[in-house]
RNA sequence: GCGGGCGUGGCGGAACUGGCAGACGCGCAGGAUUUAGGUUCCUGUUCCUCGGAGUGUGGGUUCGAGUCCCACCGCCCGCACCA
């Protein structure tokens, strides 16, 4: 198995060292061991894993969680445990230090793979995907993870994607109700029309409305709707995709194929009701500001104006974040597919008009975003009234206006922004000055300052005076902040009708269905009018119905005007159904779409919960105990997963959604937690060297050797460069090497030791020896290699060991609950060295250091802890004993060993008494022999300047 | 372009609120054990003209700067014609 044969340690040596054999055997021993006894399950308050008892005695509760990984057949390499070998670290500390700590793994098994595995290969995905569970759960196991087995989960289970499938009931029967600021079923929004409390949208009473029409109004309420609406489709994938999926450059996050704009019906989600809060609620979180920036940016939320402009189409609205500029809007400019342009389009232009927008519908969105290139557009020959000036300004047509943002159309203030000043510049369109830049903005342009904008090389954007501003009714000259000429214009625009402040977000709802096979059935089912209705609960789940034929239809990639068709549409048994929903018997036509993969990781940690409830998802006194709001750690606390560990990469997918789904089920009252990660930490990822040879194609890595610096693959020059450890590189390690090799100890010690848990490093097999010799040493200063008796002494440890021992306790304790293990590891490997010299002294170790060692270590290497703890005449797992903490006492010394600097130089050390004041420390410095030497002849007395911080140091400046 | 982060020995990385730069590990050198290699153990290891210099570069604040401030260079990540 292991080729690493240079890496490798030989057999032979004393019989009870610690060898890799003797650690596999340690280790397979332990694991059986912990799972015959159920070592690391923990009760809940209530339900079937209740325990009352245990719950007591374990104290206080700690949610600590992993993104669940997607079972890949490919299996595990070094590089993916790194977070779930931080979180077992985390976990078991804390069980030492008095916690009921919650720790499981779960399996997003829905998606992609697997179903394409199953087009090829014909088995069916749910084969594959159980194949590839059992395999990865013997592969966490042989890692030592101290999960909760009972807790696991499949996304892919009926029992589990049964409450999916629910929850998307609870989402599609509620409305999003302005005036709380909350969801709310959608039959509380019916009685609230019937009663007359909130008029209905035509004003008509809801009881003069037929069937249809109301239908239709709640519909347009729903959280989950159907909507015809331009969507993202994928040809390549055979279907639509969300905007979170697409990169930047227009294609599918999955299998990098051309994404098209196309109208479709489809599913979406009301995520956009909820665009404030999920802003807003970022401040109640323990998350890094990168992570929260990304989500902020994503919603996009700006706050500005719309404003209404009169035109021959009617009034064409804007929106714009500088209503204080309205006075120098001297054009506007519609996206090329705006409603009104066919209006607006005079005659004479409607050739070119409709050149230009056949063009631009024929780029892709991509092209269309590229910022350098120069600016396009066409007149449409008509103008609109620009509302404080009463000028009549040309209306233009230009693709870098957007239709999917703000209202398609904007107002352009060529002296005030930089991409009107291009446009109005290149077409020869007016450009006024509105503002007075300041004299250091001509400066710094190499021009004299001046109204005449034709000098100006851009646009000017900032704080400064107002010119020509002014129309009688509203004026701003004179005044000389944006924020302030923004609230004047704003009020302005509402008083007299043509507009209002508003606000504007990025995001755009959630397009949740797919047209594939292996993902959630919609519990949905439509009626002869082709009206969607959600099955009652008792009807869930709808099982994914059995078929061969897994594929959607696929298309040429670049085929944008195919159409997509889902597997299950081909299923005409299952599709057509006969129900009564409460009007008799009828003959129903199920919803053949599947949800995305992003739907089972939406809610999944709170099925760890409570795993096997089948009356509800989650049994709310278990969700409150596990996930509910702490006041007690601060009054804001929002609840949720103590501690979530996981990638960068879901820091608008999973983890936007997941918030969204969280805060639907919260406003519904089921669950008590405002958000679903109280607290995120992003682990980095493993690097690895990845060779390429001359053509540019990836060698096998292990393959690669290093000569005077120069990297060869058979002989042949090779280039090196760095990237995530896998299987495109051809430069992945697998556990089973390290297994093999060193023990699953020794590899959850390297990943640990090599640097912070939040920073990317590069693996280097040769260096994982360093920690597998540290296991040895401390293996050796407590069992004797020769005959495996334990070696320890009852007596006292010296003094100087005593101190470093609760030295080391005091920071390893600290370390690791800021979950800095490398830093600790250092500190173990520290007092081991010393332990190490204490034994070769006296030929044992004292008992109390060597037990704290074992339990100190035993987070972090659980297997050896426990098997030297059993050594050391312990009958049970080591599991539950508390943490070692250190004496007070023990940690201040008498005498400590100050430098002495000379102009911020050390030149000497002093002994001096722990608690002398700075007097003394002076006295006892300016008395030394060395300092005075370095003095070199200055008088101590006259010195310029003597800083003395006690207990730090004393800088002399002569 | 905008936003965020990061630059410390041959390598991975330590250094709490400014206070002994380089903890710990790898590698390397020397030694012990071994027939030998490997393993294991011990000692040393920032650099150089041995007196200094030194945390990407140049300034600044300070008694004192890896840490704070300014400018620049380089790398990484996210967003990107967002009105």
């Known amino acids: 198995m292991a080729e690493a044969t240079d890496t490798e340690p030989a057999s032979g040596g004393p019989e009870h060292r610690y060898s890799a054999s003797l650690a596999q055997g340690i280790e397979t021993s332990w694991q059986d061991r912990w799972e015959a006894e159920g070592t690391f399950e923990a009760p809940n308050p209530a339900g079937p894993l209740a325990d009352a008892d245990l719950l007591a005695e374990r104290g206080e509760k700690l949610f600590v969680l992993d993104m669940f990984p997607y079972p890949s057949g490919a299996g595990l390499h070094v590089g993916h445990p790194l977070g779930y070998i931080g979180t077992d670290v985390f976990s078991r500390f804390k069980r030492m230090t008095g916690h009921n700590v919650l720790y499981s793994m779960g399996f997003d098994a829905f998606g992609l793979p697997a179903e394409q595995y199953a087009v090829q290969t014909g088995q069916h995905p749910a084969v594959t995907t159980d194949g590839n569970i059992a395999n990865m759960r013997r592969q966490l196991r042989r890692l030592g993870l101290s999960h909760d087995t009972r807790r696991s989960i499949s996304t892919t289970d009926p029992d589990y994607y049964r409450w999916t499938q629910w929850i998307f009931s609870q989402i599609f029967n509620a409305w999003y109700d302005e005036r709380t600021g909350t969801a709310r079923p959608i039959d509380e929004l019916v009685s609230e029309f019937a009663s007359g409390e909130r008029s209905t949208p035509d004003g008509r009473p809801w009881d003069a409305l037929d069937p249809a029409e109301r239908r239709r109004i709640l519909d ?161 020959g008509s103008t609109a009234t620009n509302p404080v000036t009463g000028d009549e300004i040309p209306v233009w047509i230009a693709d870098y206006v957007l239709m999917g943002y703000g209202t398609g159309a904007i107002m352009a203030v060529p002296c005030g922004d930089q991409r009107d000043f291009e446009f109005a510049r290149r077409f020869g369109l007016p450009i006024p000055a509105i503002q007075q830049p300041p004299a250091t903005w001509f400066e710094a342009r190499d021009i004299t300052p001046s109204l005449d904008t034709s000098k100006w090389p851009e646009a000017f954007v900032g704080d400064a005076p107002y010119v020509n501003s002014s129309n009688g009714a509203l004026d701003l000259d004179g005044t000389s902040s944006v924020a302030e000429g923004v609230a004047t214009v704003n009020s302005w625009l509402s008083d007299n009708g043509h507009g209002e402040a508003t606000v504007t977000y990025k995001l755009r709802d959630w397009l949740f269905s797919r047209q594939r096979y292996w993902g959630e059935p919609f519990p949905v089912v439509y009626d002869a009018d082709g009206n969607p209705h959600t099955l009652p609960d008792e009807m869930l789940p709808v099982l994914l119905p059995e078929t061969d034929s897994f594929s959607p239809r696929t298309f040429d990639a670049d085929d944008e005007f195919s159409d997509p068709e889902s597997p299950l549409d081909r299923l005409s048994d299952w599709v057509e159904v006969e129900l009564d929903l409460g009007d008799g018997p009828q003959t129903y036509r199920r919803d053949t779409n599947v949800m ?104 096998d890595a292990t393959a690669v050797t290093e000569v005077d610096g120069q990297f060869l693959h058979e002989g042949q020059p090779v280039e090196r460069e760095w990237g995530k450890m896998g299987k495109s590189l051809k430069n992945a390690v697998s556990p089973d090497e390290m297994y093999e090799a060193y023990g699953a100890d020794t590899l959850r010690l390297y990943e640990m030791a090599m640097g912070p848990l939040d920073a990317s490093r590069p693996w280097e097999t040769r260096d994982v020896v360093g920690m597998y010799r540290f296991l040895q040493r401390l293996w050796r200063t407590i069992v004797d290699e020769e005959s495996g008796a334990a070696t320890v002494s009852d007596g006292p440890a010296d003094e100087e060991t005593r101190r470093l021992l609760n030295r080391t306790i005091d920071i390893v304790r600290t370390e690791m609950d800021a979950l800095r293990f490398n830093t600790a590891i250092a500190k173990l490997i520290e007092l081991n060295n010393h332990v190490t010299k204490v034994h070769q002294a006296t030929g044992s170790t004292p008992r109390e250091v060597a037990e704290s060692m074992v339990l100190m270590a035993a987070p972090l290497v659980p297997h050896i802890a426990e098997e030297l703890w059993s050594r050391l005449g312990h009958d049970s797992t080591l599991t539950y004993e508390e943490f070692p ?63 003395v911080v006690p207990g730090r140091m004393v800088n002399l400046v002569p």
Request: glycine share 6%; charged share 25%.
């Open 220 to 380: 347009d309420h729903r959280l989950a709707y159907v909507s015809e609406a331009p969507v993202n489709w994928c040809p390549g994938l055979g279907t639509v995709v969300a905007n979170e999926e697409v990169t930047a450059d227009g294609r599918s996050d999955r299998g990098n194929y051309p994404v098209f704009k196309r109208n479709m019906r489809q599913w979406m989600m009301r995520i956009t009701a909820y665009a404030d809060r999920l802003i807003d609620d970022l401040d109640l979180l323990d998350w890094t500001d990168a992570i929260k920036t990304m989500q902020r940016n994503w919603i996009g939320r700006s706050h500005g104006a719309r404003v209404d402009f009169a035109s021959p189409a009617g009034p064409l609205t804007v929106f714009t974040t500088r209503p204080d500029t309205l006075f120098g809007a001297t054009f506007m400019v519609l996206a090329p597919e705006h409603p009104a342009v066919e209006t607006l389009t005079t005659p004479e232009q409607a050739d070119a008009v409709a050149d230009y927008r056949r063009a631009a519908s024929a780029k892709k969105d991509v092209d269309r975003q590229d910022e350098s290139r120069e600016k396009t557009g066409v007149f449409t």
């Open 596 to 699: 995305p993969q992003w739907a089972g990781s939406c809610w999944y940690e709170l099925r760890y919960l409570d795993p096997t409830n089948s009356n509800a998802f989650v049994d709310p006194e278990v969700e409150r105990y596990w996930m509910g709001p702490r006041a007690d750690l601060r009054p804001d606390h929002p609840g949720g997963v103590d501690l979530y560990v996981g990638g960068v990469e879901h820091a608008v997918l999973h983890l936007l959604y997941a918030r969204f789904w969280h805060k639907v089920l919260h406003d519904l009252g089921h669950v008590s937690s405002l958000e679903p990660y109280a607290r995120l930490f992003n682990q980095g990822y493993i690097l690895a060297n990845a060779f390429k040879d001359e053509r540019g194609i990836y060698v």
């Open 885 to 947: 903490s250190a004496d007070p006492a023990l940690l201040v010394d008498d005498e400590i060993e100050m430098p002495v600097q000379i102009k911020g130089k050390v030149r000497a050390r002093v002994m001096v008494p722990a608690d002398a004041d700075e007097a003394t420390i002076r006295q006892i410095a300016l008395s030394d022999e060395r300092v005075l030497a370095a003095l070199d002849g200055a008088d101590p007395e006259s010195l310029r300047k003597v800083i």
